[in-house]
């Protein structure tokens, strides 16, 4: 290997873990490559006589001293090493050996690098990460990409703060920091704003700081709020490995599209679902873009009670693919019954809570804060473990029902949303608008705006923002298809203020005294599947007491503590179960949970009837305790 003192390091590719070599100039460390050929100068680089893990370091200019310099990695092999190296980071007690690491940015944002988070924080001292994007090209790979540079020295004290950077273009900056200062994060900033993975959300400046303090300060989560309403999201059906469950819609509806009430009417007694992809929804509509592309009848989804049984009820569907630089992430709307979900997050527990918590939660979700914080942790995809980290206000019932009633107002886009109506307002009608029942309820984007602006006041004034705060938050955002938008929440906000949240309240909602329906809804379409019955209650008595349903990570829910590693399976009861599932039962299984196969395990009584399914997931379990030191 060469020295690395002069070494040019452009275009130098590697990947490996620095591992303590005796030489005959005494100890230095030695980068192992795995699994990449090296293209370009390696080298030897002296970090001391402690190992530790190099996923690599950013690419600096010529001649500059940044030890070890290496550059390029793929993503599979950031996860495979880290897992098989982890422990040389913490190897020697006491050594305060500096490590440097370059990985994608799965290394602040993937849940499969939770407990590499988790090593860093509590058995490290990490001093910085920079998180950079490749627009410059930084690296011979794609420009969206993002990468991360780490360093950390071995402490097994812990790390109390480390300095961080986020957005990062030019690999200058490490020298000059030009034009931004890193922010310092704690490690309690980290366990409140990141969850039980410690995902390290991306910051900006001082003022995101302070506003990501103030909403996550004595705030439930997203996941704490569904852990309590038992509402679990997930996707359903797969998009490629059931289709052949999909019949193309236009050879069901020639004409028309299959989500107008009419189609969608004659859909429901065939026994006719529809497969809803990206594109479906968007905010407060189940018509964007495009009509769906595929259906699916009854008969062809084997007795899939799992998918069947909710799409019977209205319930929330918010798309699953988003980016931060997309107009919006958090595009969600109510979806009528009928819908069984292709690609974006379900409420599969539809049915088992009151169809008002759709509702406040759709409010929530769209409004411009929570979505801000949304765009603080997602990269492309809105996996449900990141959803789950983010703060949602506490909501006394004043504010809880204007929002219900203010998003089914939004909602109620067509006579396919009638019963919803009906089941939420009776026969109430009191649209200043409209002097009886038509469709849309809202129909003009200025009529609409009206309300989305003031939910959105209610819902940034429930976090605890400050006007100046909020006002951040709207300038974050695109405004193209409302440029009117920041100007009018704006004033809804100070509206809000000056009037008080009881006037404020009455005067955007026409029916502010009618009580939130707090009965389960009944479900609105009746599907009758050949054998069904028995299915439905060999699966009522698989999950008999759970009360939370299987979410898209494969897991229990909260109310069953496999994620923290035990179950309520007793040994005994666990001895009771002899025979071994075939494979036929095992995949079958697999895939009605969305998991993999080889982490399912089912438990058969003698009996004939399923007992239990434990699901072991070595990645699920919760971290070794960064944040509970």
């Known amino acids: 290997m060469a020295s690395g003192r002069g070494v040019d390091t452009v275009g130098s590719m590697a990947c490996g873990v620095v591992e303590g070599v005796v030489t005959e100039h005494g100890n230095e460390q030695r980068l192992q490559a795995i699994g990449h050929a090296t293209q370009g100068p390696t080298m030897t680089v002296p970090l001391g006589p402690q190992a530790g893990i190099v996923l690599l370091a950013v690419r600096g200019p010529a001649n500059r001293a940044l030890s070890p310099v290496v550059a390029g990695v793929a993503q599979v092999l950031v996860t495979r090493i880290a897992h098989q190296h982890r422990e040389l980071l913490t190897a020697a007690p006491g050594d305060r050996g500096h490590a440097a690491a370059r990985a994608q940015c799965v290394f602040h944002t993937n849940q499969s690098a939770t407990g590499i988070r988790d090593l860093y924080l509590s058995r490290a001292h990490l001093r910085f990460r920079y998180s950079f994007q490749n627009k410059r090209q930084i690296f011979d790979i794609v420009a969206n990409v993002k990468f991360d540079l780490v360093v950390a020295a071995n402490d097994h004290s812990g790390t109390d703060w480390f300095l961080c950077a986020f957005y990062l273009y030019d690999d200058e900056w490490l020298f000059d920091k030009k034009g931004r200062s890193p922010l310092r994060y704690t490690r309690d900033f980290v366990c409140k704003t990141g969850g039980e993975y410690y995902t390290f959300i991306e910051l900006r400046s001082e003022k995101d700081a302070a506003i990501s303090q103030t909403c996550a300060a004595r705030n439930p989560t997203f996941g704490q709020f569904c852990e309590e309403w038992k509402v679990h999201f997930g996707s359903e059906i797969h998009m490629a490995k059931d289709a052949w469950r999909f019949t193309p819609s236009d050879e069901i509806v020639p004409e028309g599209d299959p989500r107008d009430p009419d189609a969608l009417e004659r859909l429901h007694s065939e026994g006719v679902f529809i497969i809803s992809d990206e594109d479906s929804l968007h905010l407060y509509t189940d018509h964007w873009t495009a009509r769906p592309r595929y259906l699916a009848h009854a008969r062809d989804l084997d007795n899939k009670v799992i998918w069947i049984q909710p ?7 918010f798309r699953r693919i988003a980016t931060v630089v997309d107009a919006r992430s958090f595009m969600a709307a109510v979806v009528p019954p009928g819908w069984i979900s292709g690609s974006p997050q379900a409420n599969r527990n539809a049915g088992e809570t009151p169809a008002y918590v759709d509702l406040l939660l759709l409010a929530v979700i769209v409004s411009f804060v929570a979505d801000w914080n949304l765009r603080l942790r997602i990269t492309a995809t809105l996996n449900v473990f ?6 949602l206000p506490s909501l006394n019932s004043i ?9 089914l107002r939004l909602t109620c886009n067509h006579l396919g949303y009638a019963p919803l109506w009906q089941e939420q307002l009776a026969e ?4 200043p608008s409209q002097s009886r029942p038509s469709w ?3 129909g003009g984007s200025d009529e609409r705006w009206e309300i989305r602006a003031a939910i959105a006041a209610v819902v940034a004034d429930a976090y605890g923002l400050t006007r100046d705060q909020y006002a951040h938050v709207l300038s974050t955002f695109s405004h193209a298809s409302y440029p009117k938008a920041p100007e009018l929440c704006l004033a809804k906000f100070d509206e809000l203020h000056a009037i008080g949240l009881d006037a404020f309240t009455k005067k955007y909602d026409p029916y502010w005294d009618i009580p939130l329906n707090e009965n389960l809804p009944q479900p609105v379409i009746d599907i009758p599947i050949p054998g069904a019955e028995s299915v439905v209650r060999e699966q009522e ?3 008999a007491g759970e009360g939370s349903g299987i979410g898209s990570q494969g897991v229990w829910g909260p109310n069953d503590e496999v994620a923290g590693g035990e179950t309520d399976m007793s040994e005994n009861k666990r001895a009771q179960c002899n025979d071994e599932p075939d494979d036929e039962e095992l995949d079958r299984l697999a895939l009605d949970l969305g998991v993999e196969r080889d982490i399912v395990i089912r438990i058969k009584p003698r009996r004939e009837r399923m007992a239990k399914v434990l699901i072991q997931s070595s990645e699920r379990g919760r971290p070794s305790g960064a944040c509970r030191k």
């Open 428 to 431: 109430a009608w009191r649209e």
């Open 311 to 317: 799409a019977r009820y209205y319930r929330l569907f």
């Open 440 to 442: 849309p309820v809202l």
């Open 541 to 543: 008595e698989l999950f």
């Open 399 to 407: 504010q809880q029902r204007f929002l219900a009633h203010s998003a």
């Open 386 to 391: 990141i959803v789950n980290a983010i703060p």
